[in-house]
Every structure is written in structure tokens, then in C-alpha cells.
């Protein structure tokens, strides 16, 4: 499966979405000091928050405390040159 938004996209995030309970399903952008930013799919399983890649070659990750995601916001919108 090729990913939904592919690199060199312009994205529109808006920032004041960014409470993880209202964002489970949806497209978001997480910051990491370490890692810098990531756009991917915000899934719940049971009661641990994942960041999903639609691209499965991409591992998973985990937003407990101790890794240091944040939810910057969710995607509103994307465009970018067809390939």
C-alpha cells in the first residue's frame, strides 16, 4: 500500500486540534525533540495511543509519556504533484 501523502506534499495542519481523545482516527503531525516531525494516522488500541504509518514498512509508535511525542494537530488538507 503506497502512503497517502507522499514526500514533498505542502499539508495544512491546524494546531488547536490537538487533543489526542478527538484525534483517534484521524491524519496528525507529533513533534519529538529527538526525531523532529511525523505524519501519520493516530490509532487506539485498547488504551495505548499509536502513531500508524500507512506505508507498513514504517514501524509504529507508541505516544506513551516516556518517548516524548506531542500532537502538533491534525491534518486538515494536502496537495502535491501526481506521480
Do not use: C
Not at 506534499?9 to 481523545?21: F, G, K, L, Q
Amino acid at each position: 500500500m503506497s502512503p497517502l501523502i507522499l514526500d514533498g506534499y505542502i499539508i495544512a495542519v491546524d494546531t488547536s486540534a490537538d487533543a489526542v481523545d478527538d484525534l483517534v482516527g484521524q491524519i496528525v503531525v507529533a513533534s519529538n525533540i529527538e526525531k523532529g516531525l511525523l505524519v501519520s494516522r493516530l490509532i487506539r488500541f485498547d488504551h495505548t495511543d499509536v502513531l500508524v504509518s500507512d506505508h507498513r514498512e514504517y514501524e509504529s509508535v507508541s505516544l506513551i509519556q516516556a518517548a516524548g511525542w506531542r500532537i502538533v494537530g491534525k491534518v486538515l488538507w494536502w496537495t502535491g504533484l501526481a506521480r
